[in-house]
C-alpha cells in the first residue's frame, strides 16, 4: 500500500526525541485515563487488524478521510512497553459506531471495520490505518483506545482532534480538570505530504505508570 509507506516515513521524520527511552523521563506525565464508554464492540468483526479502511479482501474501501494514526506507548520513565496490545473504536463517517446500539444500522458504512488492534513493536510503537473522527450527537469528534499490558488493569483513555471547537463543549474530555493532561488528549491530524486524497496523519502518545517488573 503506497499510501501507508508515505504515511511511515512521515512519522519517522517527525518523531519527537524526547520519547527516546529514559531521555527527560522525569518530565513525561501520565496520560489521563477516560471512560470505555458505551459502544465497545458487542460482536468483534472477523476483521480485527490495524486497517480499518478495508475490511478482509474487499475492495471497497470505507468512506471519509483517511487518517494514519501513530504514537508509541511508555512508562512514566519513557522506557518504551513492547508487546501491548492497543485496541481503537471509532464512529464511521456517518457517525455509527460497530455496536449493534451505537447508530442507525441504516446509515452504518459496513465496509468500515469500526475496530482494530496491534501489538507493540520493541520500541512500544503502534500503527493504523482508520478515518479522521467523526462528530455524532453528544460528543466532539473522537477515538476510543485501550492499552492492554501484563500485569495491569487495562489502561483506557480517548484521542481527539487539536482546533476542533466541539472540544470546549464536550462533557467526557472537560472531566479532565488539569489544562495540561487535558491538552496531552488533544493532537493535531496533519495533511500527509505527498498525499493526492487528502489522507491526515496524528501521532498519540500513551504514558503509563511504572512498568509491572513482571513485564
Keep these: 500500500?503506497?499510501?501507508i509507506s508515505i504515511a511511515r516515513r512521515y512519522f519517522i521524520s517527525t518523531l519527537p526525541f524526547?520519547?527516546?527511552p529514559g531521555l527527560l523521563a522525569e518530565i513525561l506525565s501520565l496520560t489521563p485515563k477516560q471512560v470505555e464508554g458505551p459502544f465497545?464492540?458487542?460482536i468483534l468483526p472477523l476483521d480485527t487488524d490495524n486497517d480499518l479502511i478495508i475490511l478482509n479482501d474487499s475492495l471497497t474501501p470505507a468512506i471519509g478521510t483517511i487518517a494514519y494514526l501513530s504514537g508509541k506507548i511508555t512508562d512514566n520513565k519513557g522506557n518504551p512497553?513492547?508487546?501491548s496490545l492497543v485496541e481503537i473504536w471509532q464512529v464511521d463517517n456517518n457517525g455509527v459506531y460497530l455496536h449493534s446500539k451505537g447508530g442507525s444500522r441504516a446509515k452504518q458504512d459496513t465496509n468500515f471495520q469500526g475496530y482494530g488492534r496491534f501489538l507493540t513493536d520493541s520500541k512500544g510503537n503502534y500503527f493504523f490505518r482508520t478515518l479522521k473522527p467523526s462528530y455524532y450527537s453528544g460528543r466532539t469528534p473522537h477515538i476510543h483506545m485501550a492499552v492492554s499490558v501484563k500485569g495491569r488493569e487495562k489502561f483506557m483513555t480517548q484521542c481527539y482532534i487539536k482546533g476542533e471547537p466541539?472540544?470546549?463543549r464536550d462533557a467526557i474530555l472537560?472531566?479532565?480538570k488539569d489544562r495540561k493532561a487535558r491538552e496531552s488528549l488533544i493532537v493535531p491530524f496533519n495533511p500527509?505530504?505527498?498525499?493526492?486524497?487528502?489522507e491526515v496523519a496524528?501521532?498519540?502518545n500513551i504514558v503509563l505508570g511504572k512498568t509491572p517488573e513482571n513485564h
Design 1 to 3: 500500500m503506497k499510501s
Design 18 to 20: 524526547f520519547y527516546s
Design 174 to 176: 472537560q472531566r479532565v
Design 40 to 42: 465497545y464492540p458487542d
Design 166 to 168: 466541539r472540544n470546549q
Design 81 to 83: 512497553i513492547r508487546n
Design 202 to 204: 496524528a501521532r498519540f
Design 192 to 198: 500527509v505530504k505527498g498525499s493526492k486524497s487528502g
